[in-house]
């Protein structure tokens, strides 16, 4: 089960305010409150540490009567700040959480909308059905990290680092700019850290995604495995990935943990230059208890707040990361677009097909030419059958006619049209096809049947299934038209299957009905 790369997943970033691209009206109203409040919550602990310092100035008042006074307006204070960083941290999470959940929908309905719009070549080539599932899964929940509840929280962070800074600066600004030497090695550590989780968590997400692909054949195929006894072969190659994908989240956490590390290790230093420096202000400067207590006190808030910072820049990375993985595909224009509108659709349909000196070969398998020069033409009201060996191109064709791929040369036509200047979802409604390996949806056979026509009423499913020679074997089963047919639609034979897809086409009503080796798991009757 070889995995493949998809659209060079493992490197590349957007920039985050293109996370931001696909909020609304609402989402603007909820961020900018969650800003607010996250703004608020942050200005509060800065404002804090200027109580304190009141509380060191009033413990060393001279009589109990000052003391008391003193205290009971610092403690006041404290009430103050309190219930307004209630309601601001409130504002702060539940806006941010909020808009992050509705923005993630709504890039996850995008995603899947890209996704059923893109031509048949991106999915032989470029991605893989785990590698889809594993990004509408994980690589959302990273990018709803990086649009939610973590941005409420950086702004407030900031806001922590700047309020620290003023209120430290117009306190002390002496012992303030002692205490800034700090920040360099501070910021250095942090956007290194942010680089290298940047690109370990590309590579991880990566290796999920090969690793979920192995799952997905696996279990899509769990009849062929369990026959081959090749279970354990899948567990070995499942854990081969999900190894890779541990060691590069190792290396992220290594490198997350170094980070933090050394930015608390430049923090606890500055505690001992500050304890050391504001001894000589209070000597030699004049200073006070209260006012060292409250520079040290801001400019600790402010700087920790760095420190703190560093998970949310790390969720940032992964992110951006994720980000550009989905906008990918979301932005992507396939060459062949079945929800274009800018082609033509005729008044109607007889159904002549013409396929005029095709070369064409598969874009999987570009150097092996299937048509050299290949001409067919099929009148309506006709009946064709293509007989050939295997792999001779009998299904090559009907995948031209559904335009499913485009020749190289040549053209393919209906009724004298050429179908590239017709309206692809007009004219595949037009057509009817069963494939040689019918797929049935994990549903009921009746949601199967109207499938072919979502508004089909009892009588004309009844009339397709008497056609397709399905009636006797659905009447015969518990539930009938109600009864679920399993995954792929592993409940039912091969030949039951078959009946059904017929079913799906004829209910159709199709001007072209297109059977490839639709009855080969048949019986002489049936057939």
């Not at 204070?77 to 909020?98: D, E, P, T």
């Not at 012992?175 to 090695?185: D, Q, R």
């Not at 070995?236 to 990935?241: A, G, H, I, P, Q």
């Not at 056979?445 to 020679?469: H, P, Q, V």
């Amino acid at each position: 089960m070889p995995s493949r790369g998809a659209m060079g997943e493992e490197k590349g970033e957007v920039g985050l305010h293109r996370l931001f691209r696909f909020a609304d009206g609402a989402d603007a109203a909820l961020m900018a409150a969650g800003a607010a409040g996250a703004v608020a919550s942050g200005v509060a602990q800065p404002l804090m540490t200027l109580v304190f310092g009141d509380v060191v100035d009033a413990l060393g008042s001279g009589s109990r009567h000052d003391v008391l006074r003193r205290v009971s307006g610092v403690c006041l204070k404290f009430f103050y700040l309190a219930v307004g960083s209630l309601f601001a941290s409130f504002l702060q999470v539940a806006c941010w959480m909020i808009t992050g959940e509705r923005q993630a929908a709504r890039i996850r309905g995008l995603y899947l909308e890209a996704v059923l719009r893109q031509d048949i070549a991106f999915f032989d080539k470029e991605i893989t059905t785990g590698q889809l599932v594993q990004r509408m899964s994980g690589d959302t929940i990273l990018i709803q990290d990086a649009i939610g509840e973590k941005v409420g929280k950086f702004l407030q962070l900031t806001a922590t680092f700047v309020g620290g800074f003023v209120v430290a600066f117009s306190k002390g600004w002496l012992l303030a700019a002692v205490m800034l030497s700090s920040i360099p090695p501070i910021v250095i550590a942090g956007a290194a850290m942010s680089w290298t989780v940047s690109r370990l968590s590309s590579q991880g997400q990566a290796k999920y995604n090969e690793a979920g692909n192995v799952v997905e054949q696996t279990i899509g195929a769990i009849r062929t495995v369990a026959s081959f006894n090749g279970e354990n072969r899948a567990i070995e190659l499942y854990n081969k990935y999900i190894r890779n994908a541990y060691i590069s989240a190792v290396q992220e956490g290594t490198a997350t943990g170094l980070g933090f590390g050394f930015v608390m290790f430049i923090l606890f230093c500055s505690y001992g230059l500050t304890a050391w420096f504001g001894a000589k202000l209070i000597i030699y400067k004049g200073y006070d208890g209260g006012q060292v207590v409250s520079v040290w006190m801001a400019f600790m808030t402010g700087a920790m707040s760095l420190g703190e910072a560093t998970p949310c820049v790390s969720a940032f990375a992964s992110g951006r990361s994720a980000g550009y993985r989905m906008m990918q595909v979301i932005q992507r224009k396939p060459e062949i677009d079945p929800n274009g509108t800018d082609a033509i659709v005729l008044a109607d349909i007889k159904g002549d097909i013409e396929i005029s000196n095709v070369y064409f070969s598969y874009p999987s398998r570009p150097d092996q030419l299937i048509f050299d020069g290949f001409t067919l033409h099929v009148l309506c009201g006709k009946t064709m059958a293509i007989v050939g060996e295997s792999g001779s191109g009998k299904s090559t064709v009907i995948n031209l006619v559904e335009r499913f791929y485009d020749p190289q040369a040549g053209e393919v036509l209906i009724d004298g049209v050429n179908i590239k200047s017709l309206r692809l979802g007009w004219l595949r409604g037009k057509i009817g096809l069963v494939s040689q390996e019918p797929l049935l949806f994990a549903t009921s056979i009746r949601e199967n049947i109207t499938y072919g026509k979502e508004d089909a009423t009892d009588e004309e499913i009844m009339t397709a299934t008497k056609l397709a020679n399905a009636e006797n074997f659905i009447d015969k089963l518990p539930n009938g038209l109600d009864t679920m047919v399993g995954e792929h639609g592993a409940q039912l034979s091969g030949g039951q299957k078959q009946r059904i897809a017929i079913t799906r086409a004829i209910l159709k009503n199709p001007k072209i009905l297109l059977l490839d080796e639709a009855t080969s798991a048949l019986d002489m009757e049936s057939e």
